[in-house]
């Protein structure tokens, strides 16, 4: 059973699996609105369960587990695919159904298309819409549901209690308004597996009938969106939606997309894909190549177009950094950036993000997300704002745009220096330079703000306060930006001495070496602890290190030994297929499997269990190797660089095509026998790298 996604660019979206549409989380169902896009995610309508009757037969279509019993829906189905949106294909004695569904591009809304080709008999298609409101995090065990309904000929409203209303509409169809009608006990078998409740009940406003006349072959549209507003549909006017033209307006976005990326005519992208399945044809998942290419460039843009989403607060795009329970958060944007962004083209929307995270700094922080109910800027994370100046220096490479950057953005580049080398405390953060080393310090032991921040019940699970190996080689990297930036001929003086940059960077480095290099390990400390014990090394082999190999500006001299002996470690103890794993095998505390409820969950999380994203940083460290050794030690480099591509390559279009989700790609995987993706079905910064290294960017 695989997982297929849908969504609408304000923070709602779709989602179910492919075996009958039956639903096995709590975020499955087919309108998750975003209330205040993109956040308030609220569950509005689960499902719609189709039956069909046959000369007086009725066939039950759809498939749900309620009570331990699973009805037989999925047995007519014939087949299911999903290329820009979900079809399902059914066959009913001689009788067969086409279903697809279409969230309705900036509207919470959804439309379901259902296609009928009749045989000689008298048909009736019967859709019974299972409906609720509650937190999309949450689920309703209610054993009734107060509102009320206003009932047309072909179309309802419901009226909740707290002033919302959806609408639900049928084209040619009569509604029958159903009193007290109740779904009970739908299980969710992911959530139980998860640890939390799985069981919820869903009201049935009533039922939408449609004859089919005999051989006839119809069209019949179901529309569900919240009432009126910028976002939602006008229950007077809802009849007017064809969802033929809905599903169409969204497959010419898409192509939209896909030709503003211009990534079909780029010869040398084509040829970099083109060469790793050359390169290791045997195991290709394609063999027609200029078909792969395509193949592989459709699923990029649709795949990285989930997350971008519009903000209503100030009308800037931001990204998602997972689905179904992420929000917009800083580090995940800035580190997604390039593959979601960049490379398509995408760079209007890419200023936006920037702007988006920027205008809400605080006393040199980058907010790492916003708060899902509140929407408040959250401010734990030592990392967002030195991965925002990485971010700034792409979107340079790739546009030349110094105008933006100097006029939008370089103050708040500089006030988050500014602040980090005075020191800031904002939101307990404990961000300051040790003015003896020049390396930076950060977090508590009871405030966790680099990426490795999970918590069980006010415990850290991986501590890492202190001078962290990833934030000082971001600081230095972020530092010779600052300084390639104030060097360029400005007819507006930027108001700081570019040697004041490379000064804190040169002190920086100097010191890195001495502090970091593990010389028994043959890698790099994970952090520096610093406490009123004074500062002692963590020598647990982690993929943080690989931060000083893989930037603009790397911290490590790449042609020492100590650069070549961290890429070797970081390869033996961390890589495999899907990605590094977060910590080594041979390490006190390792855990290899992502299972149980929350709490083991969350104590596995950076302790073993594999990551897609972090291919990135072994992607750019090798490259940045190549660059930076001779001749002959480049040859074989280059050699490992197409092996390592040609890998990932064939992973993960192996995973999109049969993995956990349709044409996606996890946020986790377990570290030993993987067999599906984990955590979010759908990554931002795991599309992103992925795509980065497939495309050879």
């Avoid at 059973?1 to 549409?21: C, H, P, Q, V, Y």
């Avoid at 569950?43 to 331990?68: A, H, P, R």
């Avoid at 979900?86 to 004695?93: F, G, H, S, T």
């Avoid at 107060?146 to 047309?152: A, H």
């Amino acid at each position: 059973m695989r997982e297929w996604l849908i969504t609408n660019g304000i923070g709602g979206f779709a989602a179910s699996t492919d075996k009958g549409g039956m639903n096995t989380r709590r975020y499955h169902g087919l309108l998750i609105a975003a209330l205040q896009p993109p956040h308030l995610r609220t569950m509005l309508l689960s499902k719609v369960d189709e039956s069909i009757e046959i000369n007086g037969k009725k066939y039950q279509l759809f498939t749900n587990d309620s009570n331990g019993t699973l009805s037989n829906g999925y047995k007519y189905q014939k087949d299911f695919q999903k290329e820009i949106v979900p079809i399902y294909n059914y066959a009913v004695d001689g009788v067969r159904i086409q279903k697809t569904i279409s969230m309705i591009y900036g509207k919470n809304a959804v439309v379901v298309v259902y296609k009928i080709a009749n045989k000689k008999a008298t048909t009736k298609l019967q859709l019974t819409p299972l409906v609720n409101f509650r937190d999309f995090h949450s689920d309703n065990q209610s054993l009734e549901f107060d509102y009320d309904q206003d009932v047309r000929e072909d179309r309802t409203q419901i009226i909740y209690k707290n002033g919302y209303r959806l609408n639900l509409y049928v084209s040619n169809s009569k509604f029958i308004k159903h009193d007290n009608d109740m779904f009970y006990h739908m299980h969710y078998k992911v959530e139980e597996e998860r640890g939390f409740t799985a069981i919820e009940n869903h009201m049935i406003p009533g039922t939408f009938e449609v004859n089919v006349k005999p051989n006839a072959d119809v069209t019949i549209t179901f529309v569900a969106g919240l009432e009126s507003g910028k976002f939602g549909t006008d229950f007077e006017q809802i009849h007017k939606i064809d969802g033929i033209k809905v599903i169409s307006e969204e497959v010419n976005r898409v192509k939209d997309l896909i030709k503003e990326s211009k990534l079909l005519k780029e010869k040398n992208v084509h040829e970099q894909v083109n060469a790793l399945y050359l390169e290791g044809s045997e195991n290709s998942v394609y063999d027609e190549h200029d078909e792969v290419y395509k193949e592989l460039v459709r699923k990029y843009i649709i795949a990285s177009d989930n997350f971008i989403v519009k903000r209503e607060s100030n009308q800037l795009y931001s990204i998602i950094a997972g689905y179904p329970w992420f929000l917009d958060w800083g580090r995940d944007a800035f580190i997604a950036f390039e593959g979601l962004l960049l490379i398509s083209k995408r760079y209007d929307v890419a200023k936006e993000v920037l702007l988006n995270f920027a205008n809400a700094i605080q006393e040199g922080i980058i907010p790492n997300g916003f708060d899902e109910y509140t929407d408040n800027p959250l401010y734990n994370s030592v990392d967002a704002s030195l991965l925002f100046i990485n971010a700034v220096q792409k979107y340079l490479d790739y546009t030349g745009d110094y105008k933006f950057v100097i006029n939008e953005l370089y103050k708040y580049m500089k006030d988050i220096i500014d602040h980090y080398a005075d020191g800031t405390d904002f939101s307990g953060n404990n961000i300051y330079l040790d003015k003896n080393d020049y390396l930076l310090v950060s977090g508590t032991p009871y405030i966790q703000n680099t990426w490795m921040d999970a918590k069980v019940d006010g415990r850290v699970i991986t501590p890492r306060n202190g001078k962290a190996v990833e934030i000082n080689a971001l600081w230095y990297n972020a530092l010779r930006i600052m300084e390639d930036i104030v060097k360029k001929d400005w007819k507006k003086p930027i108001s700081i001495s570019k040697l004041e940059y490379g000064f804190l960077a040169k002190k920086c480095k100097e010191n890195f070496v001495k502090k970091f290099y593990n010389d028994d390990k043959k890698c790099l400390y994970d952090v520096i602890v610093v406490d009123e014990q004074g500062e002692r090394p963590d020598d647990k082999v982690r993929p943080n290190q690989l931060f000083a190999l893989s930037l603009r500006y790397p911290i490590l001299d790449l042609d020492q030994d100590e650069a070549k002996n961290v890429f070797i470690t970081v390869t033996n103890k961390l890589l495999n297929k899907f990605g590094l794993k977060t910590l080594a095998e041979d390490e006190k505390g390792y855990i290899p499997v992502y299972k149980g409820g929350p709490v083991e969950r969350d104590e596995s999380y950076h302790q073993g269990i594999t990551w897609p994203w972090l291919l990135g940083l072994y992607y750019d460290a090798l490259k940045n190797l190549i660059e930076a050794n001779d001749e002959l030690t480049r040859q074989e480099l280059t050699r490992s660089l197409i092996q390592f591509r040609t890998n990932v390559a064939n992973t993960f279009i192996n995973e999109m095509l049969n993995g956990n989700t349709v044409d996606n790609i996890c946020e986790i995987y377990d570290s030993e026998n993987a067999k599906n993706g984990k955590g979010c079905f759908a990554q931002a910064w795991s599309v992103s790298e992925v795509f980065r290294i497939i495309f050879g960017k």
